[in-house]
C-alpha cells in the first residue's frame, strides 16, 4: 500500500518578491546604533574609573604633604594642615595629566585626619560628537584617604560639603 501525499507549496507572485531586502540595511543600523551605545558607556566607564584613580592618589598625595612634621616628632600628634593639603591635591592632580579627561571641578574636605577629594570631568566620547549632548559625558567621583584611625572610634566623620578648589 502506498500512500501519496502532495503538499502544494503556493508559489509567490512577483510583487512579494524581495521584500526582505529592505528590512536588512535597517537591521545593520539599528545593530550599529545599539554598538555605539554600547562603546559610548564603555567610554564613560573608563572615565570614570580614570578620575577616581586621580582622585584617589591625589587624596593620598594631600594627606601625606599634609601632615604637620614639626608637631608630629615634638609632641607625636598626627594634625593635617588643610591649605597644604588642598595645595598638593591641585598639584597633583596637574602632573597626572589623565588623558582623555578635561577635569571640572575639583572639591577637597579635611576632617580630622580624614581627606575627601570630589571631582567631575569630561570625556569625550567615541561617536556622537556633532550631536550636541551626547559627544561630552560627564563623570564624577571621590576618593577618601584616613591617615590614621582613632582605636576607640570606627565611624566616618560626616564631612561638611566640599571646599571647591581651583587648580
Not at 571640572?104 to 575627601?116: K, N
Request: charged share 10%.
Amino acid at each position: 500500500m502506498s500512500v501519496k501525499s502532495s503538499v502544494r507549496v503556493p508559489r509567490r507572485k512577483a510583487a512579494e518578491r524581495g521584500s526582505v531586502l529592505a528590512l536588512v540595511p535597517a537591521g545593520f543600523l539599528v545593530l550599529i546604533i545599539l554598538a555605539a551605545f554600547a562603546i559610548n558607556s564603555a567610554v564613560a566607564y573608563k572615565a570614570s574609573q580614570q578620575l577616581h584613580d586621580t582622585l584617589l592618589a591625589a587624596a593620598n598625595d594631600g594627606a601625606a604633604a599634609g601632615l604637620d612634621g614639626t608637631l608630629f616628632y615634638s609632641t607625636g600628634a598626627l594634625e593635617l594642615s588643610p591649605s597644604r593639603v588642598d595645595q598638593q591635591v591641585c598639584a597633583s592632580v596637574r602632573a597626572q595629566n589623565t588623558p582623555g579627561l578635561q577635569t571640572q571641578t575639583i572639591g577637597v574636605a579635611v576632617d580630622g585626619l580624614w581627606v575627601e577629594v570630589t571631582g567631575s570631568a569630561i570625556a569625550q566620547g567615541l561617536f556622537a560628537r556633532g550631536i550636541p549632548g551626547f559627544g561630552a559625558i560627564r563623570v564624577n567621583s571621590s576618593a577618601t584617604v584616613v591617615v590614621a584611625s582613632a582605636p576607640t572610634s570606627s565611624a566616618a566623620p560626616i564631612f561638611q560639603p566640599a571646599v571647591q578648589v581651583h587648580c
